[in-house]
């Protein structure tokens, strides 16, 4: 007999992983789908970036009890530098002044998959298919028909719910019909850990420039995670670069800031498109992470905002369940893509912007931007507003932010 599923999530990467620990124990009857093999490489969540995590996200993390797993592999950022090559000015963010001791944290993304997954070996409850491929599905009266292809062939499942936390190409999306904005930043980033010589104590730059923007953030052991941007076109001239070589490109392209740099890591290489769904929800499906909207990184918020995605949905569902309601019904659907709406359009507006902003080579808008940057970092309220929205805090953010299970 096909089993039928209250909440069907396909993939179990950052965003999947979080909503299926969230909705654990909640008495819905869950699957999760993941097409790749335990431990394949190849995953994106297995490469080499590290993810800076809003204070709202580690402490979501820290409710759904996967933080404590994490704690010895993440740095907290106590400041923040952002500037632009050539330009005065510089905006500097400090958790001292937005009255806290960390403005987020930065934990390697392997850490953060390795310790979901651990939580996720301890949700006994919860019915994984790994590996799992999505093939197909169909929507009927009161459920979901899924096709699922695993190693011994074809199987079926049927779902109240079904969830697209299958990143940026989401095969539910296409599935569901839900169109998809798509632009191509032309910039792929480069990213790898590094040893600086002046140890950062917290501090995390961000520097802009014609080629796009480089950062290097704290991490454990005195050690920097480094991102570097550049035109697509030269991708593949940085990508055969030996590591000295790589090391004299970081060097020129970051400044002097933090000392020489040496002993750098293995490298990851991440083309950048942004892709944002005309919708996050389809009948009986709903989108979350990177499937419902793919950011620039320039901003750390993607994750961010994926985790936000999950846990309103894992909220409402949880609520749902204890008044007896179908996980499924347009009532919840309509209900997560209103409670969504302003923090997203809010993040993806306040990312392409800074893109736009950063990137943009015109000349005319350089005195501009230092003006801008200095303004910032004059206005203490400005400044602390930023901090606040670079923490995750927004009007709509769900109960596990505040430490709270629904
Ligand atoms: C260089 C870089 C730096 C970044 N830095 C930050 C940062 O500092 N802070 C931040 O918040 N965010 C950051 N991000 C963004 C963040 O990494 C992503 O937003 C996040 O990892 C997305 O997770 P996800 O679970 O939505 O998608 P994914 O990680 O793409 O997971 C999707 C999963 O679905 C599975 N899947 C796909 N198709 C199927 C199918 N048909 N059937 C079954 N399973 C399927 C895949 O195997 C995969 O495991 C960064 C991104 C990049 C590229």
């Known amino acids: 007999m096909t089993p039928l599923f209250d909440v069907t999530v396909i993939g179990s990467g950052l965003v999947g992983s979080s909503l299926a620990i969230a909705l654990h124990d909640s008495g819905l009857n869950v699957a999760l789908v993941e097409a790749a093999a335990p431990g394949i490489q190849a995953q ?15 402490t979501a993390l820290q409710t759904l009890g996967v933080w404590p797993r994490l704690a010895e592999a993440a740095t907290p950022i106590r400041r923040i530098h952002v500037s632009r090559a050539g330009e005065f000015g510089a905006l500097r963010l400090d958790a001292a002044r937005a009255g806290v001791d960390s403005l987020g944290s930065v934990v390697p993304a392997r850490a953060l998959a390795a310790a979901l997954q651990q939580e996720l070996d301890r949700c006994t409850r919860l019915q994984r298919y790994v590996p799992a491929q999505l093939r197909d599905f169909r929507v009927s009266a009161g459920q979901v028909d899924l096709t699922l292809q695993t190693p011994g062939g074809e199987t079926t499942i049927a779902t109240r719910l079904l969830v697209g936390a299958d990143g940026t190409a989401s095969p539910v999306r296409a599935l569901a019909g839900i169109g998809a904005d798509i632009i191509d930043y032309a910039q792929t980033l480069f990213v790898c850990s590094l040893l600086p010589q002046q140890p950062l104590d917290g501090q995390a730059y961000e520097r802009f420039s014609d080629s796009g923007p480089v950062a290097l953030l704290p991490l454990a052991e005195r050690r920097a995670g480094f991102v570097l941007s550049v035109p697509a076109s030269e991708a593949a001239a940085v990508a055969a670069l030996d590591d000295a070589g790589f090391l004299a490109h970081a060097q020129q392209r970051f400044g002097w800031r933090a000392g020489r740099f040496s002993r750098p890591g293995r490298r990851s290489a991440h083309p950048i498109r942004r892709v944002v769904a005309h919708s996050l929800t389809a009948p009986r499906c709903v989108l979350v992470g990177n499937a419902a909207q793919t950011i620039h990184p320039i901003g750390a918020q993607g994750f961010n905002l994926g985790l936000r995605d999950a846990l309103t949905l894992a909220e409402l569902l949880i609520l749902q369940q204890r008044g007896g309601g179908d996980a499924g019904s347009a009532s ?5 893509a209103a409670r969504r709406r302003e923090d997203r359009e809010g993040t993806l507006a306040f990312s392409h912007g800074l893109v736009q902003l950063a990137c943009n080579p015109a000349r005319a808008l350089a005195p501009l931007r230092s003006l801008g940057l200095l303004l910032l970092d004059s206005l203490p ?8 929205r670079g923490m995750g805090f927004r009007s709509a953010t769900s109960a596990y932010a505040f430490g709270v299970r629904p």
């Open 44 to 58: 994106p969540r297995e490469d080499e970036r590290n993810l800076a995590l809003a204070r709202a996200s580690t």
């Open 381 to 388: 309220d400005a400044a602390g507003g930023i901090a606040r």
């Open 332 to 336: 919840l659907l309509q209900t997560y």
